[in-house]
DNA sequence: TGAAAGTATGTCGCATTTGACATACAATAG
DNA sequence: CTATTGTATGTCAAATGCGACATACTTTCA
């Protein structure tokens, strides 16, 4: 719910898998926020592997250069829904998504 | 892009794992609409296993029961957002999330 | 050093998604 | 049959997310 707060998480330096409840954040809502924080870097990752830079990007999405710098930075105002579809036209299947989701996979 | 096609394809009796390029639609869009079939399908799944009612899984969340019965529906006015939350809702671990959206897991 | 390429951050108007409400339909029990 | 409980569907105002733009910061390489 508090903007600020996941503002504050997701600000220099969280390694993935430590957002966790250390403010007042309900298990819903710090896995949430690790969801996106894994899937976001893994964006990053991958774009990098494909040489791409984020204008690229942008454009095979039809989106913006800024928006792909938010979503790669988690940023609030980025949906579950843009980062996974950005991930998928970067090619990543289903089964990818899982191996991200849960690395034990 | 064209949300009839969405509803068309989402209404009546797809299979999981069947939605796919029989309409013009790009593979990003047919991998975005099975996840979220898939995603739904396992919501009202799990909803159940819990014995709860979309009107008790609806104040879980704090939501409403049409906006539940729109998500398990796979309604295309419902992101993807919306449906992990559900999921998060109820328990569901990353680990479950992996394992649904790709079994094989 | 400094120009160029890449990325980050803030803002805005427009579009989509939201919870809520009304109401219809479905299934079950009494 | 007919209440009751559960689900589906349509609509709407308000909230949220979006692409785009401007602009600043960072990195790279001559």
Redesign the pocket.
Known sequence: MDKEKRQKLEENGWAVGSVDEFLELTPEESAYIELKLTLATNLRQRR?EQHL???EL?NL???????V??I??GD????L??LVRSLLTLGVTQSDLAHMISPAV
């Open positions: 990098r830079t984020q204008v942008a999405m039809h989106s913006s250069q800024s928006r710098a938010k790669e930075a609030p105002s980025v949906s829904d843009l």
